[in-house]
C-alpha cells in the first residue's frame, strides 16, 4: 500500500511539472518585471501551408534572436545533416556554453560564422565548439531534409 501511495505521489509530482513546464513558467523578478522562461516561434516555409512551430529556452543568446525576430531567411544544407541562414547580425554569447552537439530537431546558432542551424540529423561531429543550443523544433519537415534552398519566415508567437 505504502508503494501505491509513492507511485501516486510521483504520478501527481509529474503532472504538476508537465503543467508547470507546458505554461512557459512566468518568474518575477520583482513588483514591475517578469520573465518568460520558454519562448514559442513559428516558422513558415515557403511553398507549404503547414506551419512549424519550436520552443526556445530563454538565454541571452535567445533574447539577442528575438529582437531580430520577424525574419526572412533563405535556408542551405550543410553536411547533409542541418539547414544554415547567416543571421542579420550576430548574436550575443554571454553566459553560453563553449560547445553543443547538435541533435536531429534542434535550433541552434553557430557563434564563430554568425549563422542559424536547424538540425534535421544528429550532428556528424559530435561536440562543436561555438555551437549554442536554442531550442527545439516541434517537428522535422520533409522540406528539410531535401538539398535544395529553402526561404523562411520566423516570426515569434506572443
Known amino acids: 500500500m505504502a508503494n501505491h501511495r509513492f507511485f501516486k505521489g510521483l504520478v501527481s509530482l509529474c503532472a504538476l511539472f508537465s503543467v508547470t513546464f507546458a505554461s512557459y513558467a512566468i518568474k518575477p523578478q520583482d513588483k514591475?518585471?517578469?520573465?518568460?522562461?520558454?519562448?514559442?516561434?513559428?516558422?513558415?516555409?515557403?511553398?507549404?501551408?503547414?506551419?512549424?512551430?519550436?520552443?526556445?529556452?530563454?538565454?541571452?543568446?535567445?533574447?539577442?534572436?528575438?529582437?531580430?525576430?520577424?525574419?526572412?531567411?533563405?535556408?542551405?544544407?550543410?553536411?547533409?545533416?542541418?539547414?544554415?541562414a547567416d543571421l542579420p547580425t550576430k548574436l550575443t554569447t554571454q553566459n553560453a556554453p563553449h560547445g553543443y552537439a547538435g541533435k536531429a530537431g534542434d535550433l541552434t546558432y553557430y557563434a564563430p560564422w554568425g549563422n542559424l542551424a536547424f538540425f534535421y540529423k544528429d550532428s556528424h561531429v559530435g561536440y562543436a565548439n561555438g555551437l549554442i543550443f536554442l531550442g527545439k523544433l516541434d517537428a522535422i519537415p520533409q522540406a528539410f531534409k531535401q538539398n535544395q534552398p529553402i526561404k523562411i519566415s520566423i516570426s515569434q508567437i506572443k
Do not use: C, H
Open 32 to 84: 514591475n518585471q517578469q520573465r518568460v522562461s520558454m519562448m514559442k516561434i513559428r516558422i513558415d516555409i515557403d511553398g507549404t501551408q503547414q506551419p512549424l512551430f519550436a520552443t526556445l529556452a530563454m538565454s541571452p543568446t535567445v533574447e539577442d534572436f528575438a529582437k531580430q525576430l520577424p525574419l526572412t531567411l533563405t535556408l542551405k544544407d550543410y553536411d547533409s545533416t542541418e539547414k544554415i
